[in-house]
């Protein structure tokens, strides 16, 4: 079967420094890659350039087989991203951020699938809050939540178990855990061990 997702000989510099050189994988579906590494190896800027969110200088993403941009509908359809904290509509509560993204990937029931996502979450309490006013773990979990609402074949995520607490953490696991067993690919930069052995079936470890 053709991989999901294709990257070939990819490299990317910042100035004079080269940050990847020539990064080559493929991922498929149901299947699950953690990109390793210590701070500053690359990690964040790789999934980046697969997301189509920056540029590489050279070399190739495919997704099934084809080239594709950041704002492709084909692309945006099937590749959900968590790739900060930041990216939310400041005026939009929880449930009403979440009910947009839903909405806009026009999923059948958003409401009904906004409910079940905040309460999965563990944001039942915080549903109609801002999210400026949201602790940092409930912003990441509302970060990961607008993955969920919407279709989704494949996955990026940033260090997903960044300020979970220990719950949070084992619900992730499970939740990436069924995810691929969904058939959705997912490619995630993590400093987690734990979460590394739970749910990838290989790894990159772009510090070596
Ligand atoms: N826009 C930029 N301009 C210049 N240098 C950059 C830029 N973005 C990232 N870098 C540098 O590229 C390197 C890789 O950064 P990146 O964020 O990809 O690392 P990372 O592996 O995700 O790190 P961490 O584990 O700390 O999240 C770092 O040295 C960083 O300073």
Not at 21 to 37: D, I, K, M, N
Not at 129 to 150: F, M, Y
Request: net charge negative; glycine share 6%; proline share 5%.
């Amino acid at each position: 079967m053709a991989a999901l997702l294709t990257v070939t000989d990819l490299a990317k510099s910042y100035g004079d420094v080269p940050i990847l050189t020539s990064v080559t994988f493929e991922l498929h579906s149901a299947q699950a890659l953690a990109l390793t590494g210590p701070n500053g190896s690359g990690k964040t800027t790789l999934l980046k350039c697969v997301a189509g969110a920056d540029l590489p200088d050279s070399g190739e993403v495919r997704l099934n087989g084809e080239p594709f941009t950041e704002s492709d509908p084909k692309a945006r359809a099937a590749i959900a991203c968590a790739l900060d904290d930041a990216d939310f509509f400041p005026e939009l509560s929880v449930a009403e951020h979440l009910e947009l993204f839903a909405r806009a990937h026009g999923m059948p029931e958003p409401k009904a699938v906004v409910d079940d996502v905040v309460a999965e979450l563990d944001l039942t309490d915080q549903r109609d809050q801002l999210p400026v006013t949201l602790s940092s773990g409930q912003r990441r979990r509302l970060t990961l939540g607008a993955c969920l609402v919407r279709p989704r074949r494949l996955l990026i995520l940033d260090e997903p178990e960044q300020r979970l607490d220990s719950a949070g953490r084992d619900w992730l696991a499970r939740r990436l855990t069924d995810e691929k067993a969904n058939g959705t690919a997912i490619l995630l930069a993590t400093h987690s061990e734990e979460l590394t052995d739970a749910v990838a079936d290989y790894e990159i470890d772009l510090g070596e």
